[in-house]
Nanobody, 117 residues
């Protein structure tokens, strides 16, 4: 079992930055991929960035010039820059322990990011 707790969200002005964090506890050694997704009201959840247990990272093209994913041991981070009102959403971190599937096994409760114009 893995538990994930996000933090770092809040209210920020257009053009601002936030550093989101996610602390993992439990069977951390079983995690093979880590991810950040977000979901805005009335929209589907979308992937922002994913990284494996090493150094390989994937950042969705629509975020590549503004967001960055990183990890330090059991903490996952998402650096968000030049935020826009359209970035307002609940941000979730996820972890995958299974192999052979794109699905993530565990999710945090989310942290709300609100960008004011």
């Amino acid at each position: 079992q893995v538990q994930l707790v996000e933090a770092g969200g809040g209210l920020v002005q257009d053009g601002g930055s936030l550093r989101l964090s996610c602390v993992a506890t439990g069977s951390i050694s079983s995690i093979n991929h880590w991810t950040w997704h977000r979901q805005a009201p009335g929209k589907e959840r979308e992937e922002i960035a994913t990284m494996d247990d090493g150094v390989r990272k994937y950042v969705a093209s629509s975020f590549r010039d503004r967001f960055a994913i990183s990890r330090d041991k059991n903490r996952l981070y998402l650096e968000t820059n030049r935020l826009k009102p359209g970035d307002t959403a609940m941000y979730y971190c996820g972890a995958r322990t299974s192999w052979g599937t794109p699905e993530f096994d565990y999710w945090g409760q989310g942290t709300q990011v609100t960008v004011s114009s």
